[in-house]
Structures are given as structure tokens and as C-alpha cells.
Nanobody, 132 residues
Framework: HLQLEESGGGLAQPGGSLRLSCVAS???????????IAWFRQAPGKEREAVGC????????YYVDPVKGRFSLSRDNPNHTVYLQMDSLNTDDTAVYYC??????????????????????WGQGTQVTVSS
């Protein structure tokens, strides 16, 4: 497993932006290039849902439909960090955001990414609140 730590959450106005960071550490860091990093979110009273995934090895990405065109993933491999840039935020984006990691081949990223049960390493989460 990787150890993951999220940061960057907070309060944003509708239409605003936030950037979340997910930093990986731990014993398995030497295998970081084999991993995909996912972002999930969970709103009060709702199930955890996927936001998107990025492959560390080749930069392949996957996004769920509600965030396509608004959210984007990027990576800083030397610093073992993945960023989730969130633009055009709306109140439906309010949730606790978690990053997760798993060894996933880029070719099947779109099949694995939506399912939180496929991921073994999780961060503690960071709160994102979108409100006027």
C-alpha cells in the first residue's frame, strides 16, 4: 500500500476553483510508476463516487461525466503528487474528497476507476464546500 495525504480543500463560491493535492509516500513508493491515482468524493448521505483517475506511467486519464470539462488531473511524478484542478464549481460538488491508489494497467483504467472497492490505499479526505 501507499500512504496518501490530501490537501487543498476549503470553501469556494459557485463558479470558483480549487486545486486538491494528493501526495504519496511509504514503502511501496519505488513502484509508484505502476500505480493509478483516483479521486473519489462522498457527500453527506450519499455513497462514495468516482471523480477521475490518472495513470502515473503514461498520463492516461478518466473522468466521470458530471466533472468532464470542469475538473482536470495532472501529476508531478518526482514529487509523487497528483493534482485535481476543479473549476466551475457548483453546490453539487460539495463533498469530502479522497484520493486512492492501486496498481492498474493504463489500458483498463476506465474499467477499474469507477469502483472504490478496487482501491486498497486511501487518504483521510479533504472537505470541499461550495457555497455562496
Amino acid at each position: 500500500h501507499l500512504q496518501l495525504e490530501e490537501s487543498g480543500g476549503g470553501l469556494a463560491q459557485p463558479g470558483g476553483s480549487l486545486r486538491l493535492s494528493c501526495v504519496a509516500s511509504g514503502f511501496y513508493l519505488e513502484y509508484y510508476h505502476n500505480y493509478a491515482i483516483a479521486w473519489f468524493r462522498q457527500a453527506p448521505g450519499k455513497e462514495r463516487e468516482a471523480v477521475g483517475c490518472i495513470s502515473i506511467s503514461d498520463d492516461s486519464t478518466y473522468y466521470v461525466d458530471p466533472v468532464k470539462g470542469r475538473f482536470s488531473l495532472s501529476r508531478d511524478n518526482p514529487n509523487h503528487t497528483v493534482y485535481l484542478q476543479m473549476d466551475s464549481l457548483n453546490t453539487d460538488d460539495t463533498a469530502v474528497y479522497y484520493c486512492a491508489a492501486e496498481t492498474i494497467a493504463p489500458q483498463i483504467l476506465h474499467m477499474i476507476c469507477p469502483d472504490p472497492a478496487k482501491f486498497d490505499s486511501w487518504g483521510q479526505g479533504t472537505q470541499v464546500t461550495v457555497s455562496s
